[in-house]
């Protein structure tokens, strides 16, 4: 398929992300909006309404990758990066129709539907950072920014609304957890979070994808640790633990390349 072809496609693929993002909060959709349905699953999971704020930052990521994909037409245009534009595209336009999809799903309370296009929709984009992460290596430096990370951010935080996404409907089937207290299992869910982080930025050093996720754990600290103390404690160690791993990540890379 000719470059401008994918262009075209990836513009109506976000446009379509962003007006079905728009209409869940202005109509909204079935009458509730995101945050509306998210009380009727009450959790201890559920972080701060402000964390939510890192949807602009994907977006605006997104904007890069969709602007570039269009100027990937031009003759001029390097032709590794046009290369890992054609790889990326058809699984973005992919993950645009998951993502709206989602949304339908959520605001008309089908909880399963959710849960399972949520799971595709991280199958997506898993396979968008791998085929990202094969071709990063032919990319300049500013070419990866635009072409890897908003999918390295994206994946850190579908990984995170992944398991919010099935903590919310364990809690509409009323599962008892086993006879343990919700706030508990919502504690080892934080340490997986905490350790596939730690895991990512130690076996691909995507420094993006850890800061998403001491992101989402500040989130969680501010709206559950007063009622949690337990939750307090374990997000904190957390955030403490994933800027440690990045900082030595960083100066690692550094070290690095001061010897090449």
Do not use: D
């Not at 995101?34 to 959790?43: C, E, H, K, L």
């Not at 949520?118 to 898993?126: A, E, Y």
């Amino acid at each position: 398929m000719k470059a401008i072809y994918y262009g075209i496609l990836n513009l109506v693929g976000f446009a379509l992300v962003l007006t079905f993002n728009a209409l869940a909060n202005i109509l909204p959709i079935n009458g509730y909006n995101t945050g509306q349905v998210s009380a009727f699953y009450p959790n201890y999971f559920v972080p701060a309404g402000f964390t939510f704020s890192i949807w602009g930052v994907i977006y605006l990521l997104l904007m890069g990758f969709v602007i570039c994909s269009l100027l990937a037409a031009l003759p001029s245009f390097p032709t590794q990066a046009r290369k890992a534009i054609a790889k990326a595209s058809p699984l973005f336009l992919l993950s645009c129709l998951l993502n709206a999809s989602w949304i339908v799903a959520w605001h008309y309370l089908q909880i399963e539907l959710s849960v399972v296009i949520m799971l595709l929709f991280l199958i997506t984009l898993i396979q968008l950072f791998l085929k990202s992460t094969t071709m990063a290596n032919a990319l300049t430096s500013t070419q990866k920014f635009i072409l890897q990370t908003p999918f390295i951010v994206y994946l850190g935080w579908i990984s995170v609304a992944t398991i919010a996404n099935i903590t919310a409907l364990l809690i509409a089937y009323q599962w008892n957890g086993f006879g343990i207290a919700p706030v508990y299992w919502s504690a080892a869910m934080i340490l997986i979070a905490i350790i596939l982080a730690v895991l990512m930025v130690k076996k691909f050093q995507v420094v993006s994808f850890t800061l998403v996720v001491a992101w989402a754990l500040w989130g969680i600290y501010n709206a559950q640790g007063p009622a949690a103390p337990i939750l307090a404690s374990l997000t904190a160690l957390g955030i403490g633990v994933l800027i440690s791993t990045v900082l030595f990540t960083l100066i690692y890379k550094l070290r690095k390349n001061k010897m090449a």
